[in-house]
């Protein structure tokens, strides 16, 4: 499969991400030569394995339902861009 | 031009953990803002979600309860969207191997009966909390994170609903039976159950569905039947009119009582699930799911069916007892002692419930089974009238005594000495020639009031029958 430039602008306008016209261009090169490697992987006969969702086999990882103790509110603080009576702050949301 | 309503639900219910889904934050309800979070809920790099063992026997409780089928092999993914309250820009949510798929709800009676088929129940988190600011200078919104990771069960139905009233039913019969399994808490007010409703009109008998809207932010089963009414009627009025339906998602204002627009920027919704590589898959097996199935208590569907049956309630009753477990449960306890089911039905749901604010906190009613057991045996046997038991019983919740000892001690003892009684009735009789005389002339009408003095003057406690009886006896 090939990338264009609107497969580009597409994941990007996902990821939420602003690409110059240049880094467009880069990307849609560095993408393409990606894929291409990958399809390598077509090669191998898979007619006989079944499709999986992990690669490990592990199951059944719970925790039980006991409180641990939460962190302390500055150390939110600390790392939140903005902060003001104990919320992160961040640009309105909606108008 | 006539037209189908078709109406599906999704209900998000809060399981209730107490702690969050993926990690040992606390759940309650009320916390300072961002006092209840940790590095895995933050959505910090580096940390490992690990999956709460209690949200899946609860989630899987809920599936056996509405008739659903336990997936076998279950697994989480990520749904991929940016929001403020979103700190990993994911949430952890189950896309193509829910908990649960199918099952039904009952609404409805008789002929009327009908099942609403549930799609799926699967296990997710809960987003955080934005406040928005009013102030146009200030222009912030700001997040609290203390809700994100809480444990969430959401419930899909299929479009099966096609009312109002019908809708209604359904969350409360849903409501219920998580209630009955303590599955959640089902607080509409604390957020602990919240409900989204697609709605579309098609003209009646078609087969091609309609444009849907989507209406969220009712914050009680009361909006949520009022929203539908007002969506109802907007749509008939515009394909009336021959206008389109938008597809979009609006919002209930309930001091408006109409539903708006969210006007939402255009967002390109484009999840991008995939599983998600930090939790293993859930593998429920036979043993772990008919362990969860023996454990499940009677429900409120089939105790309201043995309730009319076994005790001969009548379905209004019935419902009203077993509309909560706690009251079915003391209802119950009060029977086995002796008392007859229908005198108990009828003093619990005429006397009972006007007295206390909340039938789920019955437990810790003042009044206990076995000493409202007593009350009700004093009026079986005569020693006391049901109006005098009213008194006695306002008397056992302010005191906390015993029904015979208030009795005893305020000498209310029913009077069944017909002498006694003889005397009481001649002064009322003498004092009262007009009532007397009409009632000797064929104006039954007239007993009620020498029966109301002769009550009165023995301070209520004359068995009321014999007072009946003597003044007939005498007069006619």
Known sequence: ?95 | MKFDVVIGLEVHAQVNTKTKIFCGCSTEFGADANTQTCPVCLGLPGVLPVLNEKVLEKSVLAGLAMNCDINRYSKFDRKNYFYPDLPKAYQISQFDKPICIGGYIRVGNGENEKKIRLNRIHMEEDAGKSIHSDDPAVAKSFVDFNRTGVPLMEIVSEPDMSSASEVYEYLTNLKQTLKYINVSDCNMEEGSLRCDVNISLKPEGSEKLGDKVEIKNMNSFKAVKAAIEYEISRQTEMLEDGEKIVQETRLWNPDKNRTYSMRSKEEAHDYRYFPDPDLPPVICSEEYISNLRNSLPELPEAKKNRFTAEYGLSDYDAGVLTSVRQLAGYFEEVIKLGINPKKCSNWITSELLGKIEDAEKIDSFSVRPASLAKLLKLIDDDTISGKIAKTVFAEMIETSQEADDIVEKKGLRQVTDTAEIEKIIDDIIAANPQPAEDFKNGNDKAIGFLVGQAMKLSQGKANPQIVNRIITDKLR
């Open chain 1, 1 to 95: 499969m090939a990338i264009d430039r609107k497969t580009i602008e597409r994941t990007a306008e996902l990821a939420n991400l602003h690409l110059t016209e240049n880094e467009k261009i880069e990307y849609e090169k560095q993408l393409n030569d990606i894929l291409n490697y990958v399809e390598k992987i077509r090669e191998v006969d898979t007619s006989a394995v079944k499709a999986t969702d992990y690669i490990e086999e592990i199951k059944n990882v719970f925790r039980e339902d006991v409180i641990l103790e939460s962190i302390n509110r500055d150390e939110i603080e600390k790392i939140a861009p903005e902060f003001r009576n104990g919320h992160i702050t961040v640009p309105k949301i909606i108008e």
